[in-house]
């Protein structure tokens, strides 16, 4: 009997004392009210293995860490004084200048003039254009990217890179140590027995324990002698190419940068270096270059070792502004209240809202999820298309003439809340008229989904998209 009553009381503290643990821990530090409850309901009720799946996979353990570093490699372009003094100027400013300055009153970055920014429209574009670059650098080669695959395409990168370090280059390559899994060789194995230093982000580890799924480093980043860059939302496999079977191709854009944007870029590829490896090495000297075109341009990085949800904001609040035209492409959409509220309340104000879609999503159940989300937005005057196959990876936001905001992040709460992720703002006439027609051309080619086809969904469809909706916090 003794036995019995120990035994029950025993089962029952394993279970208590971490539960309660994982709550207290979740209403002190989650931000999010329908995250929190979620893992709560987790915790309480899957006994036993909830709140060790809340501690292996719901905290951020990445703010503390980064905290230590020298944040000056962060601050890339920061303005002096103090943050009323910069607020001030700000206030001074036109309405009309309205949209230039939201990205420093939330980021603290000053836009940097006289850049040029080219757009590639496939990964053999840009590939070629990269390799190129590679094969022409005489000082430094920095990459970081989230996939990089050891297939044709992938080994191309790495005999360049191994080429590049034969020539005495000093070449960093960054990996996220969960997106090198995507291949099942290792491209971090491969680099180190070429000669190339590599670093891997967060990479899951048994010893000492290191379980971190969520917190990847989502951005793709090239830069060659620190005053050429790519950037934007191609990972490196075949898959981008015209070597990918038709099922498995996929869309996406990539963009070069020339011009003093590209330092903001180098400071942010040694942030993350240096937070990956431990080192506190730096650029010798920020970069100084002379005038290579006429755009205006702006780094928001962001991730969540950032106070300030820094892209999130950024987008809610350029829509916000919008008065106009309002164009949107991504692959994942699952956005925030805020982000709805953003775009309906711009339909409502009688600004065009667009957003395309892919019509056949890889992840099914994001597609799923957003339909319910999609409703709300066409009853409010949002248009949505569909883009047929392949499909489409690329991010970009256009809002009226002049405005772009290009980079990594998908609109969904993981690329906004949990990623490291980079944002380039662009403001030009000529380099947003060139967006704007893209979106003319895949919209040419699209399916507009109609409000009547949503409504008329059956019943069993609908229970499946609302419950995929319930786990939109957390795809």
């Known amino acids: 009997m003794i036995e019995a009553w120990l035994h029950t009381h025993l089962l029952i503290l394993v279970y208590a004392a971490p ?23 987790v915790c309480v009720f899957v006994p036993y293995v909830g709140a ?41 400013w036109n309405d009309d200048e309205g949209l230039r300055y939201i990205g420093q009153r939330i980021s603290g970055h000053l836009l940097t003039s006289a850049n040029k920014v080219v757009p590639f429209y496939s990964g053999s574009e840009a590939y070629s254009a990269m390799l190129e670059s590679i094969e022409n650098a005489r000082y430094s080669v920095f990459l970081a990217t989230y996939i990089f695959k050891n297939d044709t395409a992938g080994i191309a990168f790495i005999n360049a890179l191994e080429r590049a370090a034969k020539r005495g280059l000093d070449v960093k390559v960054l990996l996220d140590g969960i997106g090198e899994y995507y291949s099942f060789q290792k491209v ?26 969520n917190l990847r480093n989502h951005r793709k980043l090239l830069i060659v002698d620190n005053n050429l860059a790519y950037a934007g939302g191609m990972n490196i496999g075949d898959n981008h190419t015209e070597l990918a079977s038709k099922r498995r191709s996929v869309t996406d854009m990539h963009f070069s940068f020339d011009g003093a944007i590209v330092d903001d870029l180098v400071q942010l590829f040694y942030y993350d270096w240096n937070f990956t490896t431990g080192d506190s090495c730096a650029p010798l000297q920020r970069n100084v270059v002379t005038s290579q075109g006429d755009m205006s341009c702006r780094l928001i990085p962001d991730g969540p070792s950032e106070e300030l949800d820094a892209l999130a904001l950024t987008i ?41 879609l892919p019509q056949k999503n890889n992840m099914p159940i994001v597609h799923w999820a957003n339909r319910n989300i999609l409703l709300e937005l066409l009853q409010a005057g949002v248009r949505v298309f569909y883009q047929p196959a392949p499909f489409c990876h690329s991010k970009l936001l256009c809002i009226d003439e002049s405005y772009a905001l290009i980079g990594s992040a998908n609109l969904d709460p993981r690329s906004l809340r949990l990623n490291f992720e980079l944002g380039v703002e662009i403001f030009s006439e000529s380099f947003n008229r060139d967006l704007r027609n893209h979106f003319s051309r895949v919209v040419a080619n699209s399916q507009e989904l109609q409000l009547s086809a949503l409504a008329s969904r059956g019943v069993a469809t609908r229970l499946r998209d609302s419950i995929a909706a319930l786990f939109a916090p957390y795809l």
Not at 21 to 29: C, E, K, N, R, S
Not at 59 to 82: H, M, P, Q, T
Not at 195 to 208: D, E, H, T, W
Not at 325 to 343: D, G
């Open 52 to 92: 060790v799946v809340y501690f292996l996979f719901g905290i951020n353990r990445v703010g503390v860490r980064a905290r230590k570093l020298d944040r000056s490699l962060f601050s890339v372009a920061i303005e002096s004084g103090s943050r009323e003094e910069r607020f001030a100027v700000v206030n001074s």
């Open 316 to 356: 809610q609040t350029v829509i916000s502004a919008a008065a106009h035209s309002v164009y949107v492409m991504t692959p994942y959409f699952l956005p925030s209240r805020e982000l709805i509220a953003a775009l309906e309340s711009a339909a409502l104000r009688g600004v065009s809202v667009t957003v395309v």
């Open 19 to 41: 539960t309660v643990a994982a709550v207290y821990h979740i209403l002190l530090f989650k931000r999010d009210a329908q995250s929190a409850l979620g893992w709560i309901m």
């Open 188 to 213: 971090s194995v491969l680099l180190k027995a070429r000669g190339v230093s590599v670093a891997r982000f967060l990479p899951p580890r048994l010893f000492p324990p290191s379980l971190l799924v």
